[in-house]
């Protein structure tokens, strides 16, 4: 195990200092999910057959830091090489009310994917994710996500706009 594969906030080269090269790994897609040691949902990977995600798989300088960033999730060997970082089997649940979808977290996401993939990536992202009734609270204006990024107002129209196209 040398490396990660980040499916959501990791794809956002802002967020972290590792670095990665654009990858698609097969049989998963990802889901909205929240915890009971969180207050808010986030991304976690499912196995599902005939789905493939792309994102970014890089090296850490420091696993025990990504460890800790990525505290509620397990570290999944992947066929391919890296690992992955999801939610235990059962140990997550539908978001509700009391546990939205940040969209400051969306917005990191969406933004990565821009980024890495162009608009086809942030089309393919909101494709292979399920979840998308989940409720989401629009904390742009104080985000509550520790990692958070400013947007391009063409960037947050982006996420603006696929949110109108899935329902969230």
């Known amino acids: 195990m040398d490396r990660f594969f980040g499916y959501g906030n990791l794809v956002n080269r802002a967020t972290h200092a590792a670095g990665g090269v654009p990858m698609v790994v097969e049989g998963w897609t990802r889901a909205w999910r929240r915890t009971p040691s969180r207050d808010v949902a986030y991304l976690t990977a499912l196995p599902r057959p ?7 798989a890089a090296v850490p300088d420091d696993w025990a830091a990504l ?13 391919e090489g890296p690992v992955i970082y999801r ?11 009391a546990n939205p979808i ?11 994917y821009l980024r890495e993939f162009g ?11 399920e979840g998308w009734g989940a409720p989401i609270r629009d904390d742009r204006g104080a985000p509550a996500y520790p990692r958070a990024q400013p947007l391009a107002p063409e960037e947050t129209a982006l996420v603006d706009r696929w949110l109108r196209e899935v329902g969230g």
């Not at 939610?87 to 009310?97: I, V």
């Not at 940040?102 to 990565?112: A, C, I, T």
Request: aromatic fraction near 8%; proline fraction near 8%; charge should be negative.
């Open 50 to 56: 005939g789905v493939a995600i792309a994102g970014l």
């Open 67 to 79: 460890d800790a960033r990525e505290a509620a999730y397990v570290r999944v060997p992947l066929p």
């Open 87 to 97: 939610l235990p089997e059962g140990g997550h649940l539908a978001p509700t009310a």
């Open 102 to 112: 940040l969209l400051s977290y969306l917005d990191v996401v969406v933004q990565g």
């Open 119 to 129: 608009e086809a990536g942030v089309a393919a992202f909101f494709e292979t994710t």
